[in-house]
Nanobody
Framework: VQLQASGGGLVQAGDSLRLSCAAS????????MDWYRQAPGKQRELVAS???????NYADSVKGRFSVSRDNTKNTVYLQMNTLKPEDTAVYYC???????????????WGQGTQVTVSS
């Protein structure tokens, strides 16, 4: 299973970015996906989640600014980040939970992370 996270970069406060997490080797219809972030010196925190059925949940710090979505035809989950703030600066990771075979166990997989830097 591979999770390829992309879309990070250096932006100014108030700008937008869209992160992508493309999954392969997993049955995407079984996948629930979380986006985490980790800033220097801080613990990794859960930012947004999307279930197999498309239900979403967000950390209070990003509600109203971030939006998570999925495209099952592309095996990809997106994190649209608007009105970015310097405190959003972190490495962003995608985490997938799903099956690699129809009746197999649900396992947990991590992407490699993508850096988001927001300047003031």
């Amino acid at each position: 299973v591979q999770l390829q996270a992309s879309g990070g970069g250096l932006v100014q406060a108030g700008d937008s970015l869209r992160l992508s997490c493309a999954a392969s080797g997993i049955i995407f219809s079984t996948v629930s996906m979380d986006w985490y972030r980790q800033a220097p010196g801080k613990q990794r925190e859960l930012v947004a989640s999307i279930t197999r059925g498309g239900d979403t949940n967000y950390a209070d710090s990003v509600k109203g600014r971030f939006s998570v979505s999925r495209d099952n035809t592309k095996n990809t989950v997106y994190l649209q980040m608007n009105t970015l703030k310097p405190e959003d600066t972190a490495v962003y990771y995608c985490n997938a939970r799903g099956r690699t075979r129809t009746l197999g166990p649900v396992n947990d997989y991590w992407g490699q992370g993508t850096q988001v830097t927001v300047s003031s």
